[in-house]
């Protein structure tokens, strides 16, 4: 089983991954090459309606949405996951809890 490093057309994040998986999506997504993330959007698109909307057509939404972006959208939920957690740890308090402060009960 051979793994190779291949970087999605999507967000253009690299992972190592089977010729066979690889194969798999491409297949199940007009050709390309799409991240868990993307590939999970586009899905729900096409599930929402299925009679408006074809697989190509999601894909090609979604990367033109993706394009409108400096960032990549696995860069954006990085940062959201990142901020969320600095905030759970207390590090990044929300501006109202610093403005009426918590309480201790």
Known sequence: M???SVMYE???LTEDCTQH???????????KWLCGLCSEVVSDEVSR?????????ALNA???FCGKFKANPAE???????QMLRRRSGELLP??????G???F
């Open 21 to 31: 998986y690889i194969s798999e999506v491409k297949a199940n997504f007009a050709g």
């Open 62 to 64: 979604h990367l033109s």
């Open 2 to 4: 051979d793994v190779e």
């Open 95 to 100: 501006a109202k809890s610093k403005m009426f």
């Open 49 to 57: 309606d299925r009679e408006l909307m074809t697989v190509e057509e």
């Open 76 to 82: 954006l939920v990085a940062d959201g996951m990142k």
């Open 10 to 12: 999507c967000c253009g």
């Open 102 to 104: 918590r309480s201790k």
